[in-house]
């Protein structure tokens, strides 16, 4: 089992960046492909990006991709979001979560909540307009 804790949310202008970040501790970090989740009000949660153990493939979804980096130092056993040219619309509770399940490398798989199985408490990212 792994443990994840979210930093690095707050308050942001649209077109303005932040970096998040998941510490994880517990088991070798290496053996989990991660991902970022997010939640706004009202909503189901939501696949962003997912990253492979190794960090040699990553995964965005359409809405980020090309705003978002989401990588890994597994030194340091932490993922991070890279977040650019934020959105009001980007505005939600971010949450990181891990896999020990990689079976297959592909974004169909890793967008599915169901195969994460921890997951972090998440860190509000709130974008003023």
């Known amino acids: 089992q792994v443990q994840l804790v979210e930093s690095g949310g707050g308050l942001v202008q649209a077109g303005g960046s932040l970096r998040l970040s998941c510490a994880a501790s517990g088991r070798p970090f290496s053996a989990y492909a991660m991902g970022w989740f997010r939640q706004a009000p009202g909503k189901e949660r939501e696949f962003v990006a997912a990253?492979?153990?190794?960090?040699?493939?990553?995964y965005y979804a359409d809405s980020v991709k090309g705003r978002f980096t989401i990588s890994r130092d597994n030194a340091e056993s932490t993922v991070y979001l890279q977040m650019s040219s934020l959105k009001p619309e980007d505005a939600a509770v971010y949450y990181c979560?891990?896999?020990?399940?990689?079976?297959?490398?592909?974004?169909?798989?890793?967008?599915?909540?169901?195969?994460?199985?921890?997951w972090g408490q998440g860190t509000q990212v709130t974008v003023s307009s």
């Open positions: 979560a891990a896999t020990r399940r990689t079976y297959y490398n592909n974004i169909g798989y890793y967008s599915q909540t169901g195969i994460y199985d921890e």
């Open positions: 990253i492979s153990r190794s960090g040699d493939n990553t």
